[in-house]
C-alpha cells in the first residue's frame, strides 16, 4: 500500500517529460497538481501557503515571472453576486515570496479580499489537498540582470509587493550588482504592509543603495496615522501614490531607469494603462512624466 501511495504521490507531483515548458521553471505551460503542506496565518487577512515539491527539487521560476493557480468551479457569472458560480474554473497569477534556493516546496502570501473567488477558497483547503498551478510564456516578465539599465525603481501596492520582492532577492542577492533601487510601495495602514520586517532588513543592510518609501492611506489626502514616521530604513508616506509622489521618490526618466508597475486594475489605469498592453497609456501619469514603453515593466 505505501508503496503505491508513493507511485501516485510522485505522478501527482512530477510533471512528465514530453510536456511543453516556458521557461526553466518546474511547471509546465498545462495544469499541474501539487499538495498544500503548510499554511500560516500573516496578519488578519493575509496567509502564507507552501507546496509541495519533489525532494531536492526547485521551483527555478525565473526572475521576474509568476504562475497561474487554478480553482476549480469558482468562475463567476457575469454581473452576478460574489457566490453566483457559473460552474467554471477560476485562474489567477501569483509571484512566490520564496527564492529558488528553496527545495522541496514553494510559498505563496495570498491577500484575501471579501468575496474573492480564488483567495478564498484557497484559504478553505485543508493541508493534503491538491492544488493546480502552470507556467506560461505570459506569466515571464523583464529578465534579470535588467540589460541596459543601470537604475531600478518598484511602485506597487497591496499584494503586487510579490513579484517586486521576488526581483529584489536576485537584486540584492547577486554579487557585484550595486545599481540604485526605489521602492514605493502603497497600502491602506501600516497594519497592511506585507512582507514589511523582510523589507527592513534589506534596507538596513543596504543603506544608501535601497531606498523604501511607504505610501499609507484611504484617500489622497488622509493624514498620516498616529506614530507614522521616517525611520532608517523607510520614509512615512500618506495618501495615494500619484504624480506628486513619483516626482519626489522615482529616478527621472531616461533609457538606464527601468520602473516596475504592480497592483490592482485601478492602479494601471492611473499609472500607465492595462497590464496586457505593453505601451503606456495617453494620459496615464508615468507616459506624462516621460517615461516610454521601454522603461515601463507591467507585472
Known sequence: FSEVSFLL????????????YASTCFFPTSWVGVELLEVKEYNYDSTVYAFKLPEGKSLELPVCACLLLRAPGRGRKEGGGKDDWDGSDAIRPYTPISDNSMLGKFELLVKRYDGGAVSQWLHGLEIGCSVEFKHIKFNIKSQYPFEGKTEICFICAGTGITPMYQALWKLLGTEGDQR???LLYGNKSPEDILLKDELDKWAANNPGRLK??????????????????DTPTYTASTGWIDKEKIVKYAPKPDQGV???????????????????????REGSVLKCLGYTAEMVAKM
Open 180 to 182: 540604485p533601487i526605489t
Open 9 to 20: 504521490q510522485q505522478l501527482t507531483i512530477t510533471p512528465a517529460h514530453h510536456m511543453e
Open 212 to 229: 523604501i518609501i511607504h505610501v499609507v492611506g484611504n484617500k489622497p489626502d488622509d493624514p498620516p496615522p498616529p506614530g507614522w514616521v
Open 258 to 280: 527601468l520602473v516596475f508597475v504592480c497592483g490592482l486594475p485601478p492602479m494601471y489605469e492611473a499609472l500607465c494603462g492595462p497590464r496586457t498592453e505593453k505601451e503606456l
